[in-house]
């Protein structure tokens, strides 16, 4: 079993960053794929970025590519996402998930996740 618990959301204005945190509880952790995902008011959930649970290898969607990173410390349990030059497209709540996908290309579904985190809001407004 794993637990996720998201924190670092809040408000920040266009251009500005914010680092998103994901402590996890449980020893399986670390040999999960971790990801982030965002959901916007009357949208589907949609990947944002995701890392090999070595940390070695992490994927993004061109939408995020060289705004966001996403990185791991295993020996802390905990998954972070840096996101800069954010944007008012941006706002959504963002829940970090953990799963074992088979490939690659599964990443950036939802279903290829077994655990989920309940959210933190990230507001971009001026």
């Known amino acids: 079993q794993v637990q996720l618990v998201e924190s670092g959301g809040g408000l920040v204005q266009p251009g500005g960053s914010l680092r998103l945190s994901c402590a996890a509880s449980?020893?399986?952790?670390?040999?999960?794929?971790s990801g982030w995902f965002r959901q916007a008011p009357g949208k589907e959930r949609e990947f944002v970025a995701a890392?090999?649970?070595?940390?070695?290898?992490?994927y993004y969607p061109d939408s995020g590519k060289g705004r966001f990173i996403i990185s791991r410390d295993n020996a802390n349990n905990t998954v972070y996402l840096q996101m800069n030059s954010l944007k008012p497209d941006d706002t959504a709540v963002y829940y970090c998930?953990?799963?074992?996908?088979?490939?690659?290309?599964?990443?950036?579904?939802?279903?290829?996740?077994?655990?989920w985190g309940q959210g933190t809001q990230v507001t971009v407004s001026s």
């Open positions: 998930a953990a799963g074992r996908p088979r490939y690659t290309a599964d990443w950036t579904t939802t279903q290829s996740y077994d655990y």
């Open positions: 449980g020893r399986a952790f670390s040999t999960h794929t």
């Open positions: 890392v090999s649970w070595t940390g070695a290898t992490t």
